[in-house]
């Protein structure tokens, strides 16, 4: 059971706009923002209040926090200048993607400058013989493998929502596959990126992308799920995998939890080669059937997916059955939420709806949520297994690793951000 946990809950509510801070924190000086439309152009600039708020969010509950100025930077070039034009002068700096975190890390707690890396989305380069392909920040999932589609090869890390690659690089993202495939860390072979003084770093090493090495510090590692605290990436090799032959879907529903997470445990014993394991609760099979006019049983139900050859997918159909506990702590809150997870790696996620007018509702649902990270870190899990720490699990990180490891992290970004002006008020 808690090798099943590794990967703990995130508590995700769904997102609301409007929900902005107003005021002048973060306001920048005219000639400040003349300074940045020398080095990207002015039609790549914006002060509007509209584009302000649109970057001062994501997906999470966490209140909107606009930055100063928006800048879409169009090369690694102007990154480079950016940064260190900011750092010179002493404003925040704050990576932005497709905005789809759900743990507040686009917020501009300290004001500063956001920085939209979505102008930059080339695929650099391909490499099929070596599986491997370098991609600019811009550049989506979806659009990777749109792009890989003939070649006979694939990006399988799937978090859900057509991220960013560099975004879910530094979120340390992972996803359905992971059972099979592994995470973004796993998948990540080399980095580029722009120290926040303006500096360019290759952290394996310009242009290489080996898949096994013990030559100093795992500088990639580093980085991977660092949420633009460290620098912005602007490129990542990435390794690919050859697209399986086949794939077949099956679903099974289970009198209980407990039962669909000890038919978890068994196929996982069973060495199967499944590529997915999804979980979805009662109360999530219920709102499916009523969202798509479904028919599914209304009981915890396991999703399962194969990948291979044909004939070892018919071998593997013959064996197929599959969360756990949390359930009762939802119940006893009297919140209303929906237990969905990828099981196969022992991640889970609580989706509860919140009124974010309501105090006491808010006051519950992050008990709740801090609750179900202290859990996850009794049974030697971690408060996060995905989307990182943002502005929400800062105090259940301390807990996780320990004074030690928080003052380590923190020498470590002092060394690379001196004056703290990387994505300030994350993680740390």
Known sequence: MA????????????????????????????????????????????????????????????RCQPPGAVVWPQNVEQVSRLAALCYSQGVPIIPFGTGTGLEGGVCAVQGGVCINLTHMDRILKLDPEDFCVVVEPGVTRKTLNTYLRDSGLWFPVDPGADASLCGMVATAASGTNSVRYGTMRDNVLNLEVVLPGGRLLHTAGAGRHFRKSAAGYNLTGLFVGSEGTLGLITAATLRLHPAPEAAVAATCAFPSVQAAVDTTVHILQAALPLARIEFLDEVMMDACNRHSRLTCSVAPTLFLEFHGSERALAEQIERAEILVQTKEDLKASGLTGAIVGHVGDGNFHCILLVDPEDAEELRRVKAFGEHL?????????????????????????????????????RQLKATLDPRGLMNPGKVL
């Open 373 to 409: 990270g202290r859990r996850a870190l009794a049974l030697h899990g971690t408060c996060t297994g995905e989307h990182g720490i943002g502005l929400g699990k800062r105090q259940l990180l301390q807990e996780e690793v320990g004074a030690v490891g928080m003052e380590t992290m």
């Open 3 to 62: 090798c099943l946990l590794r990967a703990a809950a995130t508590w995700g509510l769904f997102p609301w706009r409007g929900y902005c801070s107003r005021g002048t924190q973060g306001e920048l000086s005219k000639g400040f923002v003349e300074a940045l439309k020398a080095v990207v152009g002015s039609p790549h600039v914006s002060t509007a209040a509209a584009d302000r708020e649109q970057h001062g969010h994501d997906e999470s509950m966490h």
